[in-house]
């Protein structure tokens, strides 16, 4: 009994381990430029989910919440800078598209997938 708790404890955390997904790939295209700019999503329980996203060296990141399927995230970068961001999240498929305005009115095609 007492070598069966030891590995009952390591398959469990193996298991919980296992059970935690994957960021899910966040791609922001610049609509004046076409320059795409690559970041992810994360998962950090049932109603939140956190974004970031590095433009031309200007690292953006923001929580908001995937529940509901339409989202508003509000990414701030370093610097003060930050982009207003609408979309629509699947969060059992972790798919979604959208947009992001940043200061300035630069726009970008948002897209999300697993």
Do not use: K
Not at 70 to 91: E, K, Q, S
Request: aromatic share 6%; with cysteine.
């Amino acid at each position: 009994m007492t070598q069966t708790v030891p590995l009952l404890c390591v398959l469990a955390a193996a298991l919980v381990g296992c059970s935690t997904a994957p960021p899910a790939s966040l791609v922001l295209s610049d609509r004046a430029t076409g320059t795409r700019y690559v970041g992810a999503v994360v998962r950090s329980g049932e109603t939140s989910a956190t974004a970031s996203i590095e433009i031309n060296g200007v690292l953006f990141s923001g929580m908001f919440d995937p529940s509901n399927g339409n989202a508003v995230a509000i990414l701030v970068g370093t610097g003060g800078d930050f982009l207003h961001c609408v979309f629509h999240f699947d969060p059992r498929m972790r798919t979604g598209d959208g947009e992001c305005l940043r200061a300035g009115a630069r726009r970008f095609d948002v897209t999300l997938s697993n």
